[in-house]
């Protein structure tokens, strides 16, 4: 961090004044000018805050895609598939159990199962073929498509929230003065805040587990030198199972937890798909704090896109990944 | 040691003259050339422009797609998107039934001005991904390709949101409507030999030599002062054009163009059709294309017709991709060529028994 500052003083000061100038429109009372400019200070409000929760989303899968491919070099196109695939699995075992929590176990289980099976049967025989294995996950892809849309037709779907985390909650956010100066507080639904709770708990105990555990250490090893840790006789092939199980059980978890806050249908695979692209190109590649960044970023570009310019919601997010790729093509926080 | 080994091929292998080249093709290529002259005398409307035309306006996207993967090595996701473009421009600068967007230019300005700025726009999208290596590029042309599909989706001023435009015309000229079977027949033949020629020209001459030098080995091509990166944009430029013209074409067929029609699906088939067409020979895509459309159209009949449900042809599509990817790299061309080595092989050996017992 202190490093940070020092190496990059310009850019440390110009990241405080954003956080303050954020912090200071968080919880000050909009006067009447800025809510002319702005628009409502509620509506400012729910759009960071759905911002960040898709961010959390967007984590969720694009951190188990980012990766997949930092260690194995291995573009998983069928990532939203088996997202689309989760989320579908959880809400029948949500329905036939009433269960929130076992929905997202079963999810996670069953598609890391599925990773399991596809590194095994196919991507283990073509190791090193980059083009090869993604042009495998588009044929898986289509394949896992067709079969969701025979298995649960092209209805929407959506995975009810256990009782204990339905309903609002409120924040300590005034959104606006009424005309006795009681303060009118931000309400925001409780399952949102407990998605973006378990998102950064993921997130840090996957930062843990990479940065403090000897399983970790390899895959961090393998990330830098897949040929040079398999050399020391660490068995890799191991490491790329269990990399491969816990990035797909990610997506499946992920499936869950977008369809509680979402919906699930056909075509969200793509669109989810398309969303850890842009995640993983804004963030760097085969990077988990990297995965966090871009997506924290790409999910507060949609949301203020959709709020702000509706037509051209979707060049916001496009026109940060130009940017990204013409002034570092490596990604934010890639390191090389 | 690279100096004297250019040096040699270049001696073993002198350049040949257009004619030359004519003259070495096979009876193959001369069977098929007349086939498809002669097609409008043999083939029903139905399967001239149905079949036939829409596979070579697919086929020469997939060729842009190709001459990048097979020539430059590298997998842009981008050609439909320029091809879309294209189609997208000829109808906005053109006369469309959506009278309140499009400017009523003539073709005759309203094309060329479509396929320049579709041109560019590969050509920056190109300059965007050749920052990054490999296997990024697909990732980032596909982000820019569905970044294009949402904003054709999203924006009713320019693009006219989910409907798109119709009533899109191809132009009467030289007294002929080129949107009647036969001369849009020709049309498209014509745009696709010619887009044929050129890639197998651009792949022998200098340029097309070098661009394959940096797919084989970049870092060895800039120590012998080749500028890499110049070397692929311009790949992507010459690639842009011809899907660039394709698009045109392909508006002119379907006479109308919607989001759907540069979608995230078509932007993965264009990929399909080159793969398992073969990356290895410009003639793959269009077999590719072709076999794509014959599938699309028919799949549907065959399907029940064997007693299963009509509407998992896209579980069909996947699953034959799949089997092709996995044991045949090199795609419909990889197959042919093997069955013919091997035809070949079992030819000489049986040759080779019989001189052998024939020998006093």
Partial sequence: ?336 | MALAGLDIEQRTRPRESFGEWVGRRGTAFWVTAALLVLMPAIASPFWLVQIIAYALVLGMIALSLMFLAGYGGIVSLVQMTVAGLAGYLVAILGSSAITQISLNWPWWTAVPVAILVATLFGTLSGALSVRTEGIYTIMITLAIASAFYYLTLQNYTIFNGFSGFNGILPPVFLGIDWGQGVPFYYLTLGCATLAYGAVIYVSRAPFGLALQGTRDNPRRMAALGFDVVAHRIAAYTFASLIAACAGVLLVWYQRQISPGTAGVGPVVDMLIIAVVGGLSRPIGPFIGALVYVLLRTFALDVLESVGLDGRRYQLLIGLGFLIIVLFSPDGLIGIFERLRERYRRGRDVRDGAMGGGGAP
Avoid at chain 1, 92 to 97: A, N, P, Q, R
Avoid at chain 1, 154 to 176: I, K
Avoid at chain 1, 201 to 221: C, D, I, K, P, S
Avoid at chain 1, 265 to 294: H, N, Y
């Fill in chain 1, 1 to 336: 961090m202190s490093d940070f500052v020092a190496r990059r003083p310009i850019w440390s000061l110009i990241i405080i004044l954003a956080v303050a100038i954020l912090v200071w429109l968080i919880f000050s009372i909009w006067t009447p000018g800025m809510e002319a400019s702005f628009g409502r200070k509620r509506v400012f409000l729910s759009a960071l805050f759905n911002g960040i929760t898709l961010g959390a989303l967007y984590f969720l899968v694009a951190s188990g895609f980012t990766l997949i491919f930092g260690l194995m070099r291995n573009v998983n196109l069928a990532h939203g598939s088996l997202y689309l695939f989760g989320g579908y699995l959880g809400y029948s075992v949500g329905e036939w159990t009433g269960s929130w929590l076992a929905a997202l176990l079963v999810a996670f289980l069953v598609v890391a199962v599925v990773g399991i099976l596809m590194q095994v049967l196919l991507f283990r025989w073509m190791e090193g073929q980059d083009l090869r294995q993604t042009l495998v996950t588009i044929g898986l892809s289509i394949i896992f498509a067709d079969l969701l849309l025979w298995g649960y037709g092209g209805d929407t779907f959506q995975v009810t929230a256990p009782e204990w985390l339905s309903g609002p909650v409120t924040l300590p956010f005034a959104v606006a003065l009424r005309s006795n100066g009681e303060a009118v507080m931000m309400t925001y639904p409780l399952v949102r805040i407990a998605i973006l709770f378990g998102a950064i708990v993921v997130g840090v105990l996957m930062w843990l587990a990479l940065n403090r555990t000897r399983v970790g250490m390899l895959v961090r090893a393998g990330v830098d030198d897949r040929d040079m840790l398999s050399a020391t006789g660490v068995r890799v092939q191991l490491v790329f199972v269990m990399v491969f199980a816990f990035g797909a059980g990610l997506a499946g978890l992920a499936g869950v937890v977008g369809g509680t806050f979402q919906s699930l249908q056909p075509g969200e695979d793509t669109r989810i798909l398309l969303s850890s692209l842009v995640v993983v190109i804004v963030g760097g590649m085969g990077s988990i704090p990297g995965a966090a960044v871009g997506a924290l970023i790409v999910g507060l570009a949609e949301q203020f896109g959709s709020v702000y310019m509706p037509t051209y919601a979707v060049m916001l997010t496009f026109v940060i990944m130009v940017a990204v790729l013409a002034i570092r093509p490596q990604g934010l926080a890639a390191r090389r």
